[in-house]
């Protein structure tokens, strides 16, 4: 079995899920498809941000649970390789917490409120005036969730460009402060001049932003605009068929840039055929969206099909899930506590040495 320590060597990455619902094909090309072709070559470690979902789903922790063990099988179901990489909870990593109080002093209040993503969220998630304090400190535990496990890279969507942005300004920030890397330094040198922390890049996957099935919004798990990677075939034909393109007849000329033709250029991999597609749908050339949703869901499901055989094996095992999630929470503390312990030492903070261990 390949353990953190065996692949101690590779370049690190760090990313993961909110469990606010079972993952979808936004997350597939976004994120999860790049983490899998990384998984061999990479040290890699994938996140449940289970306490960020309490930010706003506090009252459900029933289903933040049920929703962070689905994330597990829709990870397993899309081949990633629990030998290979680390997938752990968010919670049980208290090094996390602690980095996060540290951090939220290195970082201006107005810094973390200005972050267009937060501000797009409390808009689409209908927060209003009442969302918690949690709510916009979870933008600094972001940080903490990164920095703790000192990635060289992060697969993410496009959404989540601004939060590692702040990533990687409390990176620089803290190496310059209490590791002396000289404010001009380029990132790429900060290790090598003593910082703790490599500053991460953002690794966006093939389509960084996916729109939903409304047509409007980028398919997202709290939208209700989402094709599930555990969705069956007819639900993604219905699906597939809801997508709104606003266009009447099969002869009107289409527009080839809505996200009915995002979803072609995405998930049907005959290059020629797309090209057709476009071709004919642009001119109005007898093609009638209902045709091209067929063509899109059988595309949609030749990839979900291995999926749905893969996640049958874990489907109603909680077992083997939580045999996974404990391993990797394991392997998690070790990377986790090295940062934490490294982190008190240069900032200062009186610190023996410790060690988490399950029983
Ligand atoms: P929520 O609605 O709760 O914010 P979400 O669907 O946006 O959920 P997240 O858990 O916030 O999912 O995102 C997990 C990862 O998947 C992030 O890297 C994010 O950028 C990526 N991602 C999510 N939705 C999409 C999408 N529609 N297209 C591309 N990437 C996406
Ligand atoms: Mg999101």
Redesign the pocket.
Known sequence: MSTASANSNKPRIL????P??SL????W????QRRVELQRSHDCYFII?NMH?YT?RLAKSDEIRRDSIEIVRDYLAMGIDPECATIFLQSEIPAIAELTFLFAMLIPFNRVMRNPTLKT?IE??GLGETYSFGFPLYAVGQTADILAFRPVGV??????VPHLELTREVARRFNQIFCHVDEHAEDADHTTLGGVFPIPRADV?K??????IDGVN??????NN?IYISDSAKEVEKKVKKIFTGRQTATEAGDINNVLFQYVRTFITDAARVQELEEKYAKGDNIGDGHIKLEVAAAINALLEPMRERRAKYEGNEDLVMEILKAGCARANIVAEETLARVKSKANLVSWPRALAYV
């Open positions: 990313t993961g899920d909110t606010t619902g979808h094909l936004g997350h090309v976004g994120s999860v941000a979902a706003t969220e689409l998630k697969p993410v969507g496009e959404d989540q996957g389509v960084g932003r996916l729109g939903g980028k398919m997202s798990k709290s939208l989402a």
